[in-house]
Nanobody, 122 residues
Framework: QVQLVESGGGLVQAGGSLKLSCAAS????????MGWFRQTPGKEREFVAA????????HYADSVKDRFTISRDNAKNTVYLQMNSLKPEDTAVYFC???????????????WGQGTQVTVSS
């Protein structure tokens, strides 16, 4: 079992940057693929980015490609999402997730954090 806690959300102007962090409990973090998702009211949760358990493979949604970067530090049990050139449409609650697999996955995650709000003003 792994528990996830997100942080780093907040209010930022369009064009600005934020870096989200997701701290994981337990000693097996390095055995989990990790992902970031986001959700706005009335919409389904959507995939944003994912990283393999070693960190050597990543995948992004088209809407964030070239603006967002996912990374991880297995020594710190933490996964990050660097968000640049933010747009108002990036406003959402952002969730990190974990799945006990070595490769990048974009769905069917097993463990979820509670989410952190990101608001981008125009």
């Amino acid at each position: 079992q792994v528990q996830l806690v997100e942080s780093g959300g907040g209010l930022v102007q369009a064009g600005g940057s934020l870096k989200l962090s997701c701290a994981a409990s337990g000693r097996t973090f390095s055995r989990y693929a990790m992902g970031w998702f986001r959700q706005t009211p009335g919409k389904e949760r959507e995939f944003v980015a994912a990283i393999s358990r070693s960190g050597d493979s990543t995948h992004y949604a088209d809407s964030v490609k070239d603006r967002f970067t996912i990374s991880r530090d297995n020594a710190k049990n933490t996964v990050y999402l660097q968000m640049n050139s933010l747009k108002p449409e990036d406003t959402a609650v952002y969730f990190c997730a974990a799945k006990f697999l070595p490769v990048v996955v974009t769905s069917n995650y097993d463990h979820w954090g509670q989410g952190t709000q990101v608001t981008v003003s125009s």
